[in-house]
C-alpha cells in the first residue's frame, strides 16, 4: 500500500476504480493466516509406548485402586521390602483407610532409569480434606513380570 503526503495528513492510495486498496489487502492477509493452520502438516502427538511403561502404568493403577477400596492387604503386598520397613504400621493404616468416595487421578508418567517409572498422581478424599492432594508415584521392577511401589504418595 503507498501513501501520498498531503501537507500534516497521509491519505491512502486508491485503486484504480477509486476504492482504497487497504480493505482487501487485510482481507487476502487476514483470510491467509486462518487458512494457513489448515495446511500445515500435523505432527506426531503420539509416541511409542514400550511395554514396560504399560506394565508400569497398569501396577500403578492396581495399587491406587486398592486404596480406593480400602484394600490394605492388596496394597501392601505390592509395596517394596523397602518401603514396608520404612513405613510405619500406623502410616499404612492411615493411607488405606480412604473414605467411600475416594478417587484418583494417574497423570502421563516417564521413565527414570530401566525398571523404574513415576507417575505424578492426584488423590481425592473428601473424608480428610476437600482439596486434592498431588503426588507422585514410584513403581519398580521387582521381577520378570513382578512390579512393585517403590515411593508411597
Sequence with gaps: MTTKSRGWFVTAALAPWGRPLALPLYAILLSSLVAAPLHARPRAFHRATDSNYISALAAANHFLHAWQ???????????????????????????????????????????????????????????????????????????????????LP
Design 69 to 151: 477400596n480400602q484394600d490394605r492387604e492388596t496394597g501392601i503386598a505390592m509395596l517394596t521390602d523397602t518401603i514396608k520397613h520404612q513405613t510405619s504400621e500406623d502410616r499404612l493404616q492411615s493411607f488405606f483407610s480412604s473414605g467411600s468416595e475416594a478417587a484418583y487421578e494417574i497423570a502421563r508418567g516417564k521413565r527414570m532409569k530401566t525398571g523404574r517409572y513415576v507417575f505424578p498422581i492426584t488423590l481425592f478424599d473428601p473424608r480428610t480434606t476437600p482439596r486434592p492432594r498431588c503426588s507422585r508415584i514410584v513403581i519398580i521392577r521387582a521381577g520378570k513380570d513382578d512390579w512393585a511401589v517403590d515411593q
